[in-house]
């Protein structure tokens, strides 16, 4: 079945700091993939996005790459800041229903 | 502007004791999904509407019920709580106008559910 397999946390970094949240998948077909965040307390608010092979989602300062040679959607940023410290969940979406499958997440803390 | 909103934020019941949780939305969108989240955990799907039509997962308890009786409102009621059923639970929307697979899932804030 799918499955989406993402980097233990937590992520603990200094502002700003590089980041990098490993994702891959396992999916036949032709999955769409996201990252999700959720902050402390409260709901899951969409990231980023891509839904085909070689499309890149960006969005605040990050980026995630559709790479199909390597089922991976890595998540990206250049420099953090401490408002970036959330859970950062990967998922994709593969059937006509648009039903997630979500990675355990990762816990990503930014200190001052 | 709030577009998904879930009540009430926090609830607590008792073992045992019937419990609803309600989800409303107003960005107008045919597919409403009920999620359960539990610490430190990626979101589970229980079930999801389109439109009228519902969907349970497989592995979703029976314990686990849901009505949704216009497009803007859906409940999920919890016949008997138990101890485990203690989580997040997280209402979401998407459009479901033949996105399927590229649709984007749009959350509520989440009910913090307690049982005692």
């Known amino acids: 079945g799918d499955s989406v397999t993402q980097m233990e946390g937590p992520v603990t970094l200094s502002e700003e700091a590089f980041l990098t949240i490993n994702c891959t998948y396992t999916?036949?077909?032709?999955?769409?993939l996201f990252w999700y965040v959720q902050y402390p307390g409260e709901g899951l608010q969409l990231l980023l996005k891509?839904?085909?092979?070689?499309d890149k989602g960006s969005n605040k300062g990050f980026e995630a790459t559709y790479r199909k040679e390597t089922t991976s959607f890595h998540l990206e940023k250049g420099s953090v800041q401490v408002s970036d410290s959330a859970v950062y969940f990967c998922?994709?979406?593969?059937?006509?229903?648009?039903?997630?499958?979500f990675g355990a997440g990762t816990q990503v803390v930014v200190t001052p | 502007d709030a577009m998904v909103i879930q009540n009430p934020r926090y609830q607590v019941t008792q073992f045992g004791k019937p419990v609803t949780l309600s989800c409303s939305q107003t960005?107008?969108?045919?597919?409403m999904y009920w999620y359960q989240q539990k610490s430190s955990q990626a979101p589970k799907l229980l079930f999801h509407?389109?439109?009228?039509?519902?969907?349970n997962e497989a592995d979703t308890p029976d314990n686990f019920q849901s009505r949704r009786p216009n497009t803007s409102f859906c409940f999920l009621d919890i016949r008997s709580p138990g101890l485990g059923d203690a989580a997040m639970y997280l209402c979401?929307?998407?459009?479901?106008?033949?996105?399927?697979?590229?649709?984007?899932?749009?959350f509520g804030p989440g009910t913090r559910l307690t049982v005692l």
């Open positions: 891509a839904t085909k092979a070689d």
């Open positions: 998922a994709l979406a593969r059937d006509s229903w648009g039903k997630l499958q």
């Open positions: 999916a036949t077909g032709y999955p769409s």
């Open positions: 960005l107008n969108h045919n597919v």
């Open positions: 979401a929307t998407s459009r479901g106008a033949g996105g399927g697979r590229t649709d984007t899932q749009y």
């Open positions: 509407y389109y439109d009228k039509d519902f969907n």
